[in-house]
């Protein structure tokens, strides 16, 4: 992972992403809809994926996996758009502001974004992959309204908003370690330690 300068908001993704707003707070603000879904569809706009794939090379911003050659970008939301998980529970309605938020829209490969079967490189395996994980260091101060997620204390690298070096520590034979706890949970949710992964970073370095 590295740091990645984010350009301006495409403009049909500010345009349309603020009418889907307002109908997402009526939606959200509504107790009778209560654990009924929004759909979404301002992030898949052409434009977005295009100034993402430009932005991050076709790379995944996690991983840097280079994606462009075999499979469609899958257009992340650092903070989950419908549902965070916390604990074993899938709490709805977290975040829904932030669906077309274009700091909260990252390119993703689908071993970081989706929870796959993953074999680490001492052989075991686990089922690995962000999904609707976004840790922070107290749920006491977990977003419960807008503007509420900037009091949060984080613990996932944004590549655009941190300085990954800082916290990742990326060695000769393509293991990952951490400096920080937000490096730790990072390499844990966006799986950075498959052996796949391992492998592709020990060739690039040889």
């Known amino acids: 992972m590295i740091r990645v300068r984010l350009p301006e908001p495409p403009h049909e993704l500010v345009d349309k992403g603020a009418v889907e707003l307002e109908k997402a707070r009526d939606h959200f603000g509504n107790a009778a809809n209560a654990g009924k879904p ?3 569809g301002a992030y898949k706009l052409g434009p977005v994926k295009d100034a993402l794939n430009a932005t991050f090379g076709f790379k995944c911003a996690y991983c840097e996996s280079f ?8 257009v992340e939301h650092f903070r ?5 998980l916390v604990g ?4 709805w309605g977290v975040y829904y502001w932030l669906a077309a ?3 909260n829209l990252l390119p993703s490969c689908t071993d970081c974004n989706r929870p796959r079967k993953q074999t680490l490189p001492e052989g075991g395996e686990q089922t690995l992959g962000k999904a609707n994980q976004f840790p922070i260091s107290s749920e006491a101060k977990r977003a419960a309204k807008e503007g509420e997620e900037q009091g949060e204390s984080r613990l996932l690298i944004h590549p655009c908003l941190d300085h990954p070096e800082k916290h990742l520590l990326f060695e000769a034979n393509g293991i990952v370690s951490w ?3 937000k490096g730790e ?7 950075l330690l498959r052996r796949g992964l391992v492998q592709a970073r020990r ?3 040889q």
């Open 80 to 84: 989950p758009k419908s549902g965070v």
């Open 67 to 74: 994606f462009g050659a075999t499979q469609p970008l899958d």
């Open 179 to 181: 400096r920080s706890r």
């Open 203 to 205: 060739d690039f370095q």
């Open 38 to 40: 929004f759909t979404f």
């Open 185 to 191: 949970e990072s390499i844990r949710v966006y799986a």
């Open 88 to 91: 074993s529970d899938l709490v």
């Open 101 to 103: 938020s274009w700091g």
